[in-house]
């Protein structure tokens, strides 16, 4: 089946230690996204990328960062995780044309900062 | 004032029950309107999706859309234990199609 997976499914990591978040799609899909979701929280988007064109959103902290070397797969990087990242990071797809607004979701990485 | 407000519940149904979700939201700019569920400790996944006002029906779930109140709702008929989740609405505007805003969520039981 089509999907979005994200590994590691829960990631563990100390004050101050950089940690990647990595996701891949077997979907083919052009747009690729990253969400952080605090608990009771909406899904809050980070960036995007748009084929290989990377979207910032303007209140995304500098502490993140993303590459995206295909296709396929797209990493979230975070240089100096703090308490305040903890959090559940969610990557998604979508494809351009059609419903370009259905965006497909992986199971999502649950990050603890300690 | 967020641009989506979402009642965060819980709310706890019996079975069977008809439910109601609904958010609301300021930006008249969007056009595009869904409605994402949400499983405890899973990435969402697109339950309905509307462009513009108007109904939609699928299957149990019908979502409606009143773009003159800003006010958009989700029912689901005939509910079951299975429908226990999390439901987020999402918009998103014409010109900046692949930014989705979305609701907090609100949390549904469905009592057996």
């Known amino acids: 089946d089509a999907m979005v997976i994200q590994n590691p499914r829960y990631q563990v990591t100390q004050f101050g230690k950089p940690v990647t978040l990595s996701c891949s799609q077997t979907?083919?899909?052009?747009?690729m996204y990253w969400y952080q979701q605090k608990s009771s929280q909406a899904p809050k988007l980070l960036f995007h990328y748009y084929d290989k064109d990377f979207n910032n959103e303007a209140d995304t902290p500098d502490n993140f960062q993303s590459r995206r070397p295909n296709t396929s797969f797209c990493f979230l990087d975070i240089r100096s995780p703090g308490l305040g990242d903890a959090a559940m990071y969610l990557c998604?797809?979508?494809?351009?044309?059609?419903?370009?607004?259905?965006?497909?979701f992986g199971p999502g990485t649950r990050l603890t900062v300690t | 004032q967020k641009e989506v407000e979402q009642d965060p519940g819980p709310l706890s149904v019996p079975e069977g029950a008809i439910v109601s979700l609904n958010c609301t939201y300021s930006n008249s700019a969007f056009q595009y309107f869904m409605w994402y569920r949400q499983y405890s400790r899973k990435g969402p996944e697109l339950l309905m999706y509307?462009?513009?006002?108007g109904n939609k029906e699928d299957g149990r779930f019908t979502a409606q859309v009143d773009k003159s109140s800003k006010y958009i709702s989700l029912f689901i008929r005939d509910s079951q234990p299975s429908d226990s989740a999390t439901y987020l609405c999402a918009m998103s505007a014409l010109d900046s199609s692949y930014k989705l805003i979305f609701g907090s969520g609100t949390r549904l039981l469905v009592r057996p």
């Open positions: 509307t462009y513009s006002s």
């Open positions: 998604a797809t979508s494809r351009v044309g059609g419903t370009a607004y259905e965006q497909y």
């Open positions: 979907l083919n899909h052009n747009v």
